[in-house]
Nanobody, 127 residues
Framework: QGQLVESGGGSVQAGGSLRLSCAAS????????MGWFRQGPGKEREGVAS????????YYVDSVKERFTISKDSPKNTLYLQMNSLRPEDTAMYYC????????????????????WGHGAQVTVSS
């Protein structure tokens, strides 16, 4: 059974940076769409970024473009999210997720039922 474990969350001031990691275990995440979604207090779930494990094509929600970068280390089976120029509105629990299909708009749907996702990492940005 596949497992995803997030790390790297924390508290920073606006303008700061954090890097989240997602260690995948249980099976090799080839031919998968992997990525991050977040859920802030009182907010709907929001897809943040996705990457296809073959080819590395990435997608981002508009609010994080030019600030966040998603990447993967295939030999380590690890996914990353580098977050720069953080804003208070980025405060949320961030979750790593995956599905055995190519990436698309479905990843950013707030109602998509991911078969694999972690327990989350809290990111808090103060003004």
């Amino acid at each position: 059974q596949g497992q995803l474990v997030e790390s790297g969350g924390g508290s920073v001031q606006a303008g700061g940076s954090l890097r989240l990691s997602c260690a995948a275990s249980g099976y090799t995440y080839n031919n998968n769409c992997m990525g991050w979604f977040r859920q802030g207090p009182g907010k709907e779930r929001e897809g943040v970024a996705s990457i296809y494990t073959i080819g590395g094509v990435t997608y981002y929600v508009d609010s994080v473009k030019e600030r966040f970068t998603i990447s993967k280390d295939s030999p380590k089976n690890t996914l990353y999210l580098q977050m720069n120029s953080l804003r208070p509105e980025d405060t949320a629990m961030y979750y790593c997720a995956a599905d055995r299909r190519s990436c698309g708009s479905w990843f950013f749907s707030p109602s998509y039922n991911f078969p694999y996702w972690g327990h989350g990492a809290q990111v808090t940005v103060s003004s």
